[in-house]
C-alpha cells in the first residue's frame, strides 16, 4: 500500500487499515444502537443521487462500506438489485441478521472482487472517511460501475457544524493525555471540502461531481449516551478514547457530559450533525 501526497507524514496505510479493522469489529453492535438513527437519515437523498436517470429495470446497486446494511436495505425497498460489502466480519454479520434477504459480502473497498462494469449503481454512506486510501476505493467504485453509472459518497460537514464531533474533539483537546497517538490516518474530515471531493472523483475517472449539503440531527436519550455513543461506537473517535489512560479518560467524559448538555431539547437531546453528499457518474 502507498500513501497519497495530501495523508500526514508516517502514514503507514497497512497500519491504519489494520486499525480500522479492528476498530470496527469492536463497534459493530454499539454503532448500529447509537448511529444507525443518525446515518440513515442520507440514505434516501444518497440513493436519489446515485439512481438511474431513467426508470426501468432493476439497477444493480453495491453499497460500499455497508456496515449494518441500512442503505442496502433502503434500496432493496426500491426494487433495485443490491449487493452490500463491508471489510468487518462483525458488521457483516449484523447486516445478514438484520437483513437476511440481500446479499452482504466480506470485501475490502480498496480491492473490490467485483468484474469491471458490474454494476449501475455504487454508495458509500460514510465511508469514505475510514479508509486508509480513499483515492484508490473511488477508482475501484469507478470500475465496477458500467459506462453512465452513478456513484454517490457521504461524509461530515467540519467539526465548526457538526457540533458532536466538535464537542469530543475539544474535551479531548483539553484532558487528553498528549502522549496518546493513533496510528496516523488521512484526514477525517478531508472530504468536508466540495473542492476536495471534486478534485478527488474526477482523479478517478468520474465527471460532472456535484455537492449538496444535508442537514441531519441527532436526537439520543442523554449526555451519558452520548459519550458512550463514541466511546463504544465508533472506530477512529473511539479507539483515541480507549487509548486514553482511566484519569484523563474520566475528565474527557466529564467535559463530554457537560459540553453536550445545552443540546437538551424536551426529554431528549438535539445535535446538529449536517452532511455532504457528493455525486458523480462514470463517463
Ligand atoms: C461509519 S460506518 C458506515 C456504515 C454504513 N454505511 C452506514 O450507513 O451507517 C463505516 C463502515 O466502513 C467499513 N469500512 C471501513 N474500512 C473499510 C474498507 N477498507 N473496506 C470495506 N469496508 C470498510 C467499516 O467496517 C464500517 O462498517
Redesign the pocket.
Known amino acids: 500500500m502507498v500513501a497519497s501526497e495530501i495523508d500526514p507524514p508516517g502514514l503507514d496505510p497497512k497500519e491504519f ?1 489494520d486499525f ?2 479492528t476498530g ?2 469492536r463497534a ?1 453492535t454499539d ?1 448500529h444502537r447509537h ?2 438513527s443518525l ?2 437519515q ?2 434516501e437523498p444518497l440513493l436519489d443521487a446515485a439512481g438511474p436517470a431513467s426508470a426501468g429495470g432493476e439497477p444493480r446497486l453495491l ?9 442496502s436495505a433502503a434500496a432493496a425497498r426500491r426494487e433495485w438489485s443490491v449487493t452490500g ?4 466480519e ?2 457483516i454479520a449484523l447486516a445478514r441478521r438484520n437483513f437476511p434477504q440481500i446479499d452482504f459480502q466480506l ?4 480491492a473490490l472482487s467485483f468484474e469491471n462494469a458490474s454494476f449501475e449503481a455504487a454508495v ?4 469514505i ?5 480513499p483515492e484508490a ?1 473511488l477508482r475501484e467504485a469507478c470500475r465496477v460501475l458500467r459506462s453512465g453509472g452513478r456513484f454517490a459518497f ?1 461524509v461530515w460537514a467540519t467539526p465548526d457544524q457538526t457540533r458532536g464531533f466538535k464537542v469530543v474533539l475539544d474535551a479531548v483537546a483539553e484532558f487528553g493525555d498528549p502522549s496518546v497517538t493513533l496510528p496516523a490516518g488521512p484526514p477525517f474530515f478531508r472530504f468536508s471540502d466540495p473542492e476536495e471531493s471534486r478534485r478527488a472523483l474526477e482523479a478517478a475517472g468520474f465527471v460532472d461531481p456535484r455537492i449538496k449539503p444535508v442537514p441531519l440531527v441527532w436526537r439520543l436519550e442523554s449526555p451519558a449516551v452520548f459519550f458512550e455513543a463514541f466511546l463504544k461506537g ?2 477512529r473517535t473511539g479507539g483515541l478514547l480507549n487509548a486514553q489512560p482511566p484519569e484523563a479518560l474520566a475528565k474527557i467524559r466529564a467535559s463530554v457530559e457537560r459540553r453536550i448538555a445545552p443540546f437538551a431539547s424536551g426529554a431528549k437531546l438535539e445535535i446538529p450533525m449536517p452532511a455532504l453528499i457528493a455525486s458523480t457518474r462514470k463517463p
Do not use: C, K, R
Open positions: 487499515h480500522e479493522h470496527w469489529q459493530a454503532y448511529f444507525g446515518t440513515s442520507t440514505i453499497d460500499i462500506a455497508a456496515g449494518p446494511g441500512y442503505v460489502v463491508d471489510f468487518s462483525s458488521m470485501g475490502d473497498a480498496e458509500m454512506n460514510f465511508g472517511l475510514h479508509l486508509a486510501q476505493a457521504s465508533s472506530a
